[in-house]
């Protein structure tokens, strides 16, 4: 038995090969294939557009698959299959950074619009046409709301008086005199399951376990493992630097005098911490990376 697994294409693909290999799947993907190899022979890929991967998870063509909620949002906006996609785990993570991305109402930046409202009669370009007809017609404004093949930013002034795009830090808006009067969703990626697919025990095992090797990939993006050794009567010094969330493991040495302490820390604090805890009498310090971290 093999799990139907869609892996997105384009944007998210880097960034979702990259986390199945600290989450300890291979994915070995070709320029010729659309078929994807893992070294896990109960799951087979195939590479499918983020846009496109809710309808074929909804339509059973695929078992589960990777991505965001806004394409989950303008398949649900849409006239396609509902009430049978059911989300197993919210993976924050996006093409640049592991965090979620916003679609975003943008303007030029010396256009007189302030608000959506002003917008009234204009023309809306954007890739995500049905949810941002279904926003405009939520705030009562009537527009006319134009497919964008690509390039969506270039459109204003002159193709388009507004744009709904995606943005991660709002530089290339900026770069294109853009300047942002709403945020209609943010989003982040989700896997996604088909309820039949579900309703087989195994493949909905498979999932889960998925699942929780992907978000421990996650936990551990950004931090790192630190030992080192003191001796136990230095041992509150070196506690009260570590960071007060974390509950380090102290264990015994074979000298009854030192202890070994182990903890995992944020890894952008390493290079302002080490020098205290060598200076307060740590010892034999390492830091190692982390690629799963299991909550």
């Given at each position: 038995?093999?799990?139907?697994?869609?892996?997105?294409?384009g944007s998210?693909?880097?960034?979702?090969?990259?986390?199945?290999?600290?989450?300890?799947?291979?994915?070995?993907?070709?320029?010729?294939?659309y078929?994807?190899?893992?070294?896990?022979?109960?799951?087979?890929?195939?590479?499918?557009?983020a846009?496109?991967m809710?309808?074929?998870?909804?339509?059973?063509?695929?078992?589960?698959?990777?991505?965001g909620?806004?394409?989950?949002?303008?398949?649900?906006?849409?006239?396609g299959?509902?009430?049978?996609i059911?989300?197993?785990?919210?993976?924050?993570?996006?093409?640049?950074s592991?965090?979620?991305?916003?679609?975003v109402?943008?303007?030029?930046?010396?256009?007189?619009?302030?608000t959506a409202k002003?917008?009234e009669?204009?023309?809306?370009?954007?890739?995500?046409?049905?949810a941002?007809?279904a926003?405009?017609s939520?705030?009562?404004v009537?527009?006319?709301?134009?497919?964008?093949?690509?390039a969506?930013?270039?459109?204003?002034?002159?193709?388009?008086?507004?744009?709904?795009?995606?943005?991660?830090?709002?530089?290339?808006?900026r770069?294109?005199?853009?300047?942002?009067i709403?945020?209609l969703?943010?989003?982040?990626?989700?896997?996604?399951?088909n309820?039949?697919?579900?309703?087989?025990?195994?493949?909905?095992?498979?999932?889960q376990?998925?699942?929780?090797?992907l978000?421990?990939?996650?936990?551990?993006?950004g931090?790192?493992?630190?030992?080192?050794?003191?001796?136990?009567?230095?041992?509150?010094?070196?506690l009260?630097?570590?960071?007060?969330?974390?509950?380090?493991?102290?264990?015994?040495?074979?000298?009854?005098?030192?202890?070994?302490?182990?903890?995992?820390?944020e890894?952008?604090?390493v290079?302002?911490?080490?020098?205290?805890?060598k200076?307060v009498?740590?010892?034999?310090i390492?830091?190692?990376?982390?690629?799963k971290?299991?909550?």
């Amino acid at each position: 038995m093999t799990l139907k697994l869609g892996i997105p294409k384009g944007s998210l693909q880097d960034a979702t090969v990259q986390l199945f290999a600290r989450a300890g799947f291979n994915i070995q993907v070709s320029s010729r294939s659309y078929f994807p190899v893992i070294d896990d022979p109960e799951i087979e890929c195939m590479l499918i557009r983020a846009q496109e991967m809710a309808r074929y998870v909804s339509d059973g063509v695929l078992d589960a698959g990777l991505t965001g909620l806004d394409w989950i949002a303008e398949h649900e906006a849409g006239d396609g299959i509902t009430g049978v996609i059911e989300p197993i785990a919210d993976l924050v993570y996006a093409k640049q950074s592991f965090g979620k991305v916003r679609w975003v109402l943008a303007v030029p930046e010396d256009s007189p619009y302030k608000t959506a409202k002003d917008l009234e009669g204009k023309i809306i370009a954007t890739e995500l046409v049905r949810a941002t007809k279904a926003y405009f017609s939520k705030q009562g404004v009537n527009v006319r709301t134009e497919f964008s093949w690509g390039a969506t930013e270039v459109k204003p002034p002159r193709l388009a008086d507004a744009i709904v795009e995606v943005t991660e830090t709002g530089s290339s808006l900026r770069a294109n005199r853009l300047r942002i009067i709403d945020t209609l969703m943010e989003s982040n990626t989700q896997l996604i399951a088909n309820k039949r697919a579900l309703a087989d025990g195994w493949k909905k095992s498979k999932l889960q376990n998925i699942a929780l090797l992907l978000n421990a990939a996650i936990a551990a993006q950004g931090r790192v493992g630190l030992m080192l050794n003191v001796e136990k009567a230095k041992l509150d010094s070196i506690l009260a630097l570590l960071p007060a969330l974390q509950r380090p493991t102290i264990s015994s040495l074979s000298d009854a005098a030192w202890v070994a302490v182990n903890t995992i820390i944020e890894e952008k604090t390493v290079r302002d911490l080490v020098p205290k805890l060598k200076a307060v009498g740590a010892q034999g310090i390492v830091e190692y990376p982390l690629n799963k971290i299991v909550l």
